[in-house]
T-cell receptor, first 115, second 111 residues
Framework: SAVISQKPSRDICQRGTSLTIQCQVD?????MFWYRQQPGQSLTLIAT?????????ESGFVIDKFPISRPNLTFSTLTVSNMSPEDSSIYLC????????????FGPGTRLTVL | SQQGEEDPQALSIQEGENATMNCSYK?????LQWYRQNSGRGLVHLIL?????REKHSGRLRVTLDTSKKSSSLLITASRAADTASYFC???????????FGDGTTLTVKP
């Protein structure tokens, strides 16, 4: 299994500001995934982050709003830019288990509230 | 839109009863996974079933997969209050490593 930590665990931000969320994995992984979970909803994939290349964004998500960095095989950041109350969600980092194709492990999530 | 739809959206049962949740999806898949989430926290992987498998067991969990109907079910037997959580199915499409999640079922097990 993979152990994933996220920082911050929660934050309350003012509209128009930006927040960077960090995701650290205890082992090297090829792909890291960023999900958003709006209140009472399921998970929606924002983007897939591969080391050494630009992130691949899903429909409805753009790099200007959600820039992602992936400097190495154990770390990634997601920035939520120019925030509005609609960005209030839980943001989750996920990786696929080494040798466990298809099994995803999740970080504890970052609960973001935008006022 | 989400790949999967789950039903029921909410399920309330007594401790000791069985709970069945269903998931339907739209595309060809490599595998289907079930996850549990407690109170908006991170997800915990429960079980994965591959597209060439029809049934899988893990402890009190039983998962079935019918690729002709593009559907799966999760059965939790002899439920406990600690099973109270949201349960999500997720699918990995052929050729893609990402997982797409269903809408989820909220299970409440009353002591």
């Amino acid at each position: 299994s993979a152990v994933i930590s996220q920082k911050p665990s929660r934050d309350i931000c003012q509209r128009g500001t930006s927040l960077t969320i960090q995701c650290q994995v205890d082992s090297q992984v090829t792909m890291m995934f960023w999900y958003r979970q709006q209140p009472g909803q399921s998970l929606t994939l924002i983007a897939t982050a591969n080391q050494g290349s630009e992130a691949t964004y899903e429909s409805g998500f753009v790099i200007d709003k959600f820039p992602i960095s992936r400097p190495n095989l154990t770390f990634s950041t997601l920035t939520v830019s120019n925030m509005s109350p609609e960005d209030s969600s839980i943001y989750l980092c996920s990786v696929e288990g080494a040798g466990l194709a298809g099994v995803k492990f999740f970080g504890p999530g970052t609960r973001l509230t935008v006022l | 839109s989400q790949q999967g739809e789950e039903d029921p959206q909410a399920l309330s049962i007594q401790e000791g009863e069985n709970a069945t949740m269903n998931c339907s999806y739209k595309t060809s898949i490599n595998n289907l996974q079930w996850y549990r989430q407690n109170s908006g926290r991170g997800l915990v992987h429960l079980i994965l079933i591959r597209s060439n498998e029809r049934e899988k067991h893990s402890g009190r969990l039983r998962v079935t997969l019918d690729t002709s109907k593009k559907s799966s079910s999760l059965l939790i037997t002899a439920s406990r209050a600690a099973d109270t959580a949201s349960y999500f199915c997720a699918t990995d499409e052929k050729g893609a490593g990402k997982s797409t999640f269903g809408d989820g079922t909220t299970l409440t097990v009353k002591p």
